[in-house]
């Protein structure tokens, strides 16, 4: 028996529009006080201590391992006459930014792995002038969002002074002069608080090359929307500098520009009603190419001349299809479209006038990156992969729409031995929802194949098939892999996003649900061979469901979740998800909270199944203080013999940045813990 940490107990109560709710573990959102520590250090002494018993958990890291050992790549671009790209060569804690000449000869332009000695501080963005002169470039330690932004000389790879501090989330973009670049920065935050007070009031600066930050020039803010977020772009030519404005709606945003050539220069807004997503491609002239959902729930391209901008003016170049856009760009006279089908992506190439298009022919059914290409090149690059295929990067000529292979990772395992297909389910209400499922060939349906069901289902994001090495592990251990297409998601766009937010949020929860019923009954497993999975939005989705149907499941891992939905917006980009999920703040939107949020609907004396939840110390996207509230109060619900464990990462935040080393130790444990809860012995 598990013998937990005492958690103590505070009179804190809340008064949510009436109704009293108990927050009796609060004290556990101070992540640095002395408390709070001595409970982190005995949750993983206790998480170890269970773990240290399985005799194979060795071996899984091995494997594991082994299986990270292989070359990969990682992005792909032009830079001026140069190419930019990421490497890995198996094992390094962090990918390598090299550059090659047009000959292919290649060096190293940036190896994070040099700037600390346990791989803790990561590339996050980069950013080369047009001209391929300069790269600026953004790190980011222990996996927090905020990123220290650096200018890398590219031929003598030697940085100039410039730093730039208290900046996170957005692109910075390369003024016309390639002198100095636009970037989204916020207050400083006080000090011991960076890691957890809300991130508002941010503003769009322009830093000129050579200047201390405390000279850079206020260019737009709007005081009146502290929780707003602004993504700077610049146009080709150089004439408009487009300020994407994201608000706490993540399907629709407003959109305004300044035109660089006037006399004075000044804000023009072209977006002002928030009714629909509007992402500049590209421009000639005065018009400018968008991606949009207005009167298009999948998507379209529109023209706008910014000359006479009025809507009855707007010309549709590619009208909605029956996939979902989502993602387009204007390269080579061309424009080329990504599209999602039932979950994976198809590239289509389109005339600038829309009425010719070819279909790019992909390997499979898998997931496809665009990387950055400028219009007035002749080439664009791409990254495709699948659950059991790494990233290949390809070079796309629009003019003939085909695309070629520029780098291709190594296989460290045989992908003939697996296979993955899709089927569709009905939910609760009877909505068809797609899923994957990846296995070992010649899995048999006898209803007794451990199975790992992941879901995210939010935020517009759409799940694709992605590779991951520990998938591959699990399916050599004899595992099944279904990830569900949950609604909340893009897959089908705005409408099937709407469908999973606020109010209607359970739609995601029975869509989840419906998932491992359709499992089990189609007899590729059971209950006690059912895992749950999902991180962030979906470490949400994990402990709703886990709430509303503990006999469904064999065993539960929740990652980095939003726990507590009655104070998420507290801190750090938490307000940015109050459209998604609405707030606690607002009376009509608090009993919807109340009623899923994973916390608050624990109950004392069930039986939960095996649950491993994990998190970071320095996760500034989802403040541990979720985790450590929920991990508590499950401890002290749990009436049955199953563990509820926790495991702290230190020295981690939400996943991005994260070393190989530890993405190692994690999924390790993870398997370790699936492997003894599933009773695969």
Same mark, same amino acid.
């Given at each position: 028996?598990?013998?937990?940490?005492?958690?103590?107990?505070?009179?804190?109560?809340?008064?949510?529009?009436?109704?009293?709710?108990?927050?009796?573990?609060?004290?556990?959102?101070?992540?640095?006080?002395?408390?709070?520590?001595?409970?982190?250090?005995?949750?993983?002494?206790?998480?170890?201590?269970?773990?240290?018993?399985?005799?194979?958990?060795?071996?899984?890291?091995?494997?594991?391992?082994?299986?990270?050992?292989?070359?990969?790549?990682?992005?792909?671009?032009?830079?001026?006459?140069?190419?930019?790209?990421?490497?890995?060569?198996?094992?390094?804690?962090?990918?390598?930014?090299?550059?090659?000449?047009?000959?292919?000869?290649?060096?190293?332009?940036?190896?994070?792995?040099?700037?600390?000695?346990?791989?803790?501080?990561?590339?996050?963005?980069?950013?080369?002038?047009?001209?391929?002169?300069?790269?600026?470039?953004?790190?980011?330690?222990?996996?927090?969002?905020?990123?220290?932004?650096?200018?890398?000389?590219?031929?003598?790879?030697?940085?100039?002074?410039?730093?730039?501090?208290?900046?996170?989330?957005?692109?910075?973009?390369?003024?016309?002069?390639?002198?100095?670049?636009?970037?989204?920065?916020?207050?400083?935050?006080?000090?011991?608080?960076?890691?957890?007070?809300?991130?508002?009031?941010?503003?769009?600066?322009?830093?000129?090359?050579?200047?201390?930050?405390?000279?850079?020039?206020?260019?737009?803010?709007?005081?009146?929307?502290?929780?707003?977020?602004?993504?700077?772009?610049?146009?080709?030519?150089?004439?408009?500098?487009?300020?994407?404005?994201?608000?706490?709606?993540?399907?629709?945003?407003?959109?305004?520009?300044?035109?660089?050539?006037?006399?004075?220069?000044?804000?023009?807004?072209?977006?002002?009603?928030?009714?629909?997503?509007?992402?500049?491609?590209?421009?000639?002239?005065?018009?400018?190419?968008?991606?949009?959902?207005?009167?298009?729930?999948?998507?379209?391209?529109?023209?706008?001349?910014?000359?006479?901008?009025?809507?009855?003016?707007?010309?549709?170049?590619?009208?909605? %299809?029956?996939?979902?856009?989502?993602?387009?760009?204007?390269?080579?006279?061309?424009?080329?479209?990504?599209?999602?089908?039932?979950?994976?992506?198809?590239?289509?190439?389109?005339?600038?006038?829309? #009425?010719?298009?070819?279909?790019?022919?992909?390997?499979?059914?898998?997931?496809?990156?665009?990387?950055?290409?400028?219009?007035?090149?002749?080439?664009?690059?791409?990254?495709?992969?699948?659950?059991?295929?790494?990233?290949?990067?390809?070079?796309?000529?629009?003019?003939?729409?085909?695309?070629?292979?520029?780098? #291709?990772?190594?296989?460290?395992?045989?992908?003939?031995?697996?296979?993955?297909?899709?089927?569709?389910?009905?939910? #609760?209400?009877?909505?068809?929802?797609?899923?994957?499922?990846?296995?070992?060939?010649?899995?048999?349906?006898?209803?007794?194949?451990?199975?790992?069901?992941?879901?995210?289902?939010?935020?517009?994001?759409?799940?694709?098939?992605?590779?991951?090495?520990?998938?591959?592990?699990?399916?050599?251990?004899?595992?099944?892999?279904?990830?569900?297409?949950?609604?909340?998601?893009?897959?089908?766009?705005?409408?099937?996003?709407?469908?999973?937010?606020?109010?209607?949020?359970?739609?995601?929860?029975?869509?989840?649900?419906?998932?491992?019923?359709?499992?089990?009954?189609?007899?590729?497993?059971?209950?006690?061979?059912?895992?749950?999975?999902?991180?962030?939005?979906?470490?949400?989705?994990?402990?709703?469901?886990?709430?509303?149907?503990?006999?469904?499941?064999?065993?539960?891992?929740?990652?980095?979740?939003?726990?507590?939905?009655?104070?998420?917006?507290?801190?750090?980009?938490?307000?940015?998800?109050?459209?998604?999920?609405?707030?606690?703040?607002?009376?009509?939107?608090?009993?919807?909270?109340?009623?899923?949020?994973?916390?608050?609907?624990?109950?004392?004396?069930?039986?939960?199944?095996?649950?491993?939840?994990?998190?970071?110390?320095?996760?500034?996207?989802?403040?541990?203080?979720?985790?450590?509230?929920?991990?508590?109060?499950? %401890?002290?619900?749990?009436?049955?013999?199953?563990?509820?464990?926790?495991?702290?990462?230190?020295?981690?935040?939400?996943?991005?940045?994260?070393?190989?080393?530890?993405?190692?130790?994690?999924?390790?444990?993870?398997?370790?813990?699936?492997?003894?809860?599933? #009773?695969?012995?």
């Amino acid at each position: 028996m598990l013998k937990y940490p005492v958690a103590k107990k505070v009179n804190q109560v809340d008064d949510y529009h009436g109704t009293k709710v108990a927050d009796p573990y609060r004290w556990l959102e101070d992540t640095d006080s002395a408390d709070t520590k001595a409970w982190i250090e005995a949750e993983n002494r206790v998480t170890q201590q269970y773990l240290s018993t399985i005799s194979k958990r060795s071996t899984f890291k091995d494997r594991l391992t082994t299986l990270y050992n292989y070359e990969r790549y990682a992005g792909y671009e032009r830079a001026g006459s140069n190419f930019l790209f990421q490497r890995n060569d198996g094992l390094q804690n962090q990918n390598v930014l090299y550059v090659a000449d047009a000959a292919g000869k290649e060096r190293v332009l940036l190896d994070p792995n040099t700037l600390r000695a346990d791989g803790t501080a990561a590339l996050s963005q980069h950013m080369a002038s047009k001209d391929g002169k300069l790269l600026a470039y953004g790190i980011a330690d222990a996996g927090s969002d905020w990123e220290e932004w650096h200018v890398r000389n590219i031929d003598t790879g030697k940085d100039l002074p410039d730093v730039i501090h208290w900046s996170k989330f957005m692109p910075i973009a390369w003024a016309p002069d390639q002198q100095g670049f636009y970037y989204l920065r916020f207050p400083e935050p006080k000090a011991g608080s960076a890691l957890r007070d809300a991130n508002r009031d941010s503003k769009i600066y322009l830093h000129r090359l050579g200047e201390p930050q405390s000279a850079d020039k206020l260019i737009y803010e709007r005081p009146d929307q502290p929780e707003w977020l602004f993504a700077p772009m610049v146009s080709d030519d150089g004439r408009y500098l487009m300020i994407g404005i994201q608000t706490p709606d993540f399907g629709r945003n407003l959109l305004t520009y300044f035109d660089l050539r006037a006399n004075p220069t000044k804000p023009i807004d072209l977006v002002s009603k928030l009714t629909a997503a509007f992402n500049p491609m590209g421009s000639e002239g005065s018009v400018v190419y968008m991606q949009t959902t207005d009167s298009a729930a999948r998507g379209r391209v529109i023209a706008i001349d910014l000359a006479k901008p009025a809507r009855e003016n707007w010309r549709e170049i590619v009208p909605q %299809q029956k996939d979902a856009l989502s993602g387009a760009m204007v390269v080579g006279g061309h424009i080329v479209a990504l599209y999602l089908k039932d979950g994976a992506n198809a590239i289509k190439v389109y005339s600038m006038d829309g #009425k010719r298009a070819t279909d790019v022919a992909l390997p499979g059914v898998g997931a496809v990156e665009f990387y950055p290409a400028h219009q007035t090149d002749k080439e664009a690059f791409f990254g495709f992969m699948g659950y059991t295929s790494p990233r290949v990067m390809y070079r796309l000529d629009p003019q003939a729409g085909a695309a070629t292979v520029v780098r #291709k990772s190594k296989l460290s395992f045989d992908p003939a031995k697996f296979e993955t297909k899709q089927v569709f389910y009905p939910s #609760k209400d009877g909505t068809k929802i797609p899923m994957t499922l990846a296995y070992r060939k010649g899995l048999k349906l006898d209803g007794h194949n451990p199975t790992v069901l992941y879901g995210y289902g939010g935020f517009n994001v759409p799940v694709t098939p992605t590779f991951n090495a520990w998938i591959i592990e699990w399916m050599e251990m004899g595992g099944l892999y279904a990830s569900a297409n949950l609604r909340g998601g893009s897959e089908y766009g705005d409408e099937w996003h709407d469908a999973g937010k606020r109010e209607k949020k359970q739609n995601v929860f029975d869509d989840f649900i419906a998932a491992g019923e359709w499992l089990i009954a189609n007899r590729y497993t059971s209950t006690p061979r059912l895992a749950i999975y999902g991180g962030s939005n979906g470490g949400l989705l994990i402990g709703a469901v886990l709430n509303q149907r503990p006999d469904l499941f064999g065993a539960a891992m929740p990652a980095v979740g939003v726990m507590d939905m009655l104070r998420f917006q507290k801190f750090t980009i938490g307000a940015a998800w109050a459209d998604e999920y609405g707030s606690s703040d607002n009376a009509k939107d608090f009993p919807v909270l109340y009623r899923y949020s994973p916390l608050h609907n624990i109950k004392p004396g069930m039986h939960y199944p095996p649950v491993l939840i994990t998190t970071s110390d320095h996760d500034d996207r989802v403040v541990p203080g979720h985790s450590f509230k929920y991990a508590a109060t499950i %401890q002290a619900a749990q009436a049955g013999p199953s563990p509820t464990l926790i495991r702290i990462e230190t020295r981690a935040g939400h996943g991005a940045g994260k070393p190989t080393t530890k993405i190692i130790d994690e999924y390790s444990d993870r398997l370790a813990f699936l492997y003894h809860e599933l #009773k695969m012995e």
